[in-house]
């Protein structure tokens, strides 16, 4: 088990809602990656934190934010929700930006937007 | 082109038998390669990562061609705890993001 949690574990929001996840990263990590994956897809890279800081950012619209605490879980905020936004939303956590040898993903939120 | 790209499968191979999966990427500068698992409705963990003399865990065999930029994963001597699908990923260049394949999906049957 790594020490990553995600909340809430699914979700179900209507068009033009807004919704926040949450991220809590595994201790001793300051950076948190956040994706979306798609029904049979791959995970696709929204943004990452690296200490509070935005460091990079998919090819995501701005209605999808970030935020990222001093303690550096962080959250993850979708505006005007669409149908085509119902995915599972994952976090990973490491300990430095590019070390994906060190990274761990949560469980996943699972967003359904009827 | 996608920038990973991936045969989805499904690969539906008897216990025992050796599978081998290959996934291309499109960026020749991509300097980071990895493997990862991911049961169903779980999350992704990461099985390997692929360095360019290639690797090998157990049954387990990753492998990097830089000429012809595609990486590869072997499975010797399938078992049926290995149905799961299988997912590469690329950092992209120069950047801290990392590019996933669509997956390929791993049955193994008695």
């Known amino acids: 088990e790594t020490g990553v949690t995600q909340s809430p574990t699914h979700l179900i929001k209507t068009r033009g809602q807004q919704v926040t996840l949450r991220c809590s990263s595994q201790?001793?990590?300051?950076?948190v990656s956040w994706y979306q994956q798609a029904l049979g897809q791959g995970p696709q890279f929204i943004f990452q934190?690296?200490?509070?800081?935005?460091?990079g950012r998919g090819n995501f619209p701005p209605r999808f934010s970030g935020l990222q605490f001093p303690n550096y879980s962080s959250e993850l905020n979708v505006n005007a929700l669409e149908l085509d936004d119902s995915a599972l939303y994952l976090c990973?956590?490491?300990?430095?930006?590019?070390?994906?040898?060190?990274?761990?993903f949560g469980p996943g939120t699972r967003l359904t937007v009827l | 082109r996608k920038e990973v790209e991936q045969d989805p499968g499904p690969f539906n191979v008897p216990e025992g038998a050796t599978v081998a999966f290959n996934c291309t990427y499109s960026?020749?500068?991509?300097?980071?390669f990895f493997w990862y698992r991911q049961d169903c409705r779980k999350e992704p963990k990461l099985l390997m990562s692929?360095?360019?003399s290639g690797n090998e865990d157990g049954r387990f065999t990753a492998q990097l061609n830089r000429a012809s930029q595609y990486i590869s994963l072997l499975i010797r001597d399938s078992k049926l705890s290995d149905s799961a699908t299988y997912l590469c990923?690329?950092?992209?260049?120069?950047?801290?993001?990392?590019?996933f394949g669509t997956g390929t999906r791993l049955q193994v049957f008695p």
């Open positions: 990973a956590s490491s300990a430095a930006p590019g070390n994906y040898n060190e990274q761990f």
């Open positions: 201790s001793g990590h300051n950076t």
């Open positions: 934190y690296y200490r509070e800081e935005e460091n």
């Open positions: 960026n020749s500068a991509s300097q980071s």
């Open positions: 692929v360095y360019s």
């Open positions: 990923a690329v950092e992209s260049y120069n950047t801290d993001k990392l590019i």
